[in-house]
């Protein structure tokens, strides 16, 4: 493994640059502290090593504690959202046309994630899961035609706003209504900039947004730390992303 893939204790409070240290708890015990909101020794890019039932590891890293409590049409409760720190091995297509009807919600992608990578984790965690609940462009040609909450499922993808803290190429106002950057890609690039496998080269990886004024593209976050996007036949890396209520 490279060196400076390696996740590495803190050596201080700034989470912009900190890589974390390795949390002892259980997942049982990690959603018994998230539930009594006894959070105060977990630290924003802190993680624990997720083996998927196919061998791969990932380091999932704490985005986000309490990012969207009271948020929703049906307020959240305490909960901490997880993003690992690199993508999966394999590459995928957003759709499997060259078309962005439908966003996220309805993509191939998503599909994938909730049929085939969700049933890579074992058990005693994805249990655990909650599904991640936004509100929800109706997007059916360049320009969404609506909003509606809708749940995304145990897995998702972060969307542009919460890696970068604005929209950029997402539809606007809500930029698919989850308005809050998360913490642990706030100030620095260190954590957007992911990598095709733990360990790999810096790999493109695809977001939760489609793109604004396109009947084709989805968002992406580039290997070179910067926001793009790109048509929805492309392959892109993903991370693997949930939540713990």
């Known amino acids: 493994m490279e060196e400076q893939n390696k996740p590495r204790f803190r050596s201080n409070a700034n989470y912009s640059l900190y890589r974390g240290r390795e949390l002892p708890y259980t997942w049982e015990e990690m959603q018994r502290k998230i539930q009594t909101n006894d959070m105060d020794d977990i630290q924003i890019g802190d993680y624990k ?3 998927l039932t196919d061998g791969e590891e990932l380091y999932m890293e704490v985005a986000g504690i309490n990012t969207y409590t009271g948020y929703g049409d049906f307020p959240i409760g305490t909960h901490i959202d997880f993003i690992s720190r690199d993508c999966l091995k394999k590459t ?3 759709n499997l046309k060259p078309t962005n009807s439908g966003g996220y919600i309805c993509s191939h992608l998503n599909m994938v994630l909730q049929t085939e990578i969700l049933p890579k984790i074992p058990d005693n965690l994805r249990k655990l899961l909650a599904s ?3 509100l929800i462009e ?3 040609g360049k320009k969404a035609e609506g909003w509606s909450w809708n749940d995304l499922g145990k897995l998702w993808l972060p969307t542009e ?3 970068w803290g604005c929209g950029i190429f997402c539809e606007k106002p809500w930029g698919c209504g989850l308005p809050v950057q998360y913490p642990i890609f706030r100030a620095s690039t260190l954590h957007i900039v992911k990598r095709l496998g733990v360990g790999g080269d810096r790999y ?7 793109a604004e004024n396109s009947i084709n593209n989805f ?9 793009n ?15 713990i209520m």
């Open 49 to 51: 090593v997720l083996v």
């Open 92 to 94: 995928y297509a957003y």
């Open 132 to 134: 991640k609940r936004a």
């Open 138 to 140: 109706c997007k059916l």
């Open 161 to 163: 706003i919460e890696i």
């Open 204 to 210: 493109n990886w695809w977001t939760g947004s489609a």
């Open 219 to 227: 968002c992406h976050a580039g290997r070179f730390g910067l926001p």
């Open 229 to 243: 996007q790109n048509p929805a036949l492309k392959k892109f890396g993903i991370p693997v992303c949930f939540r």
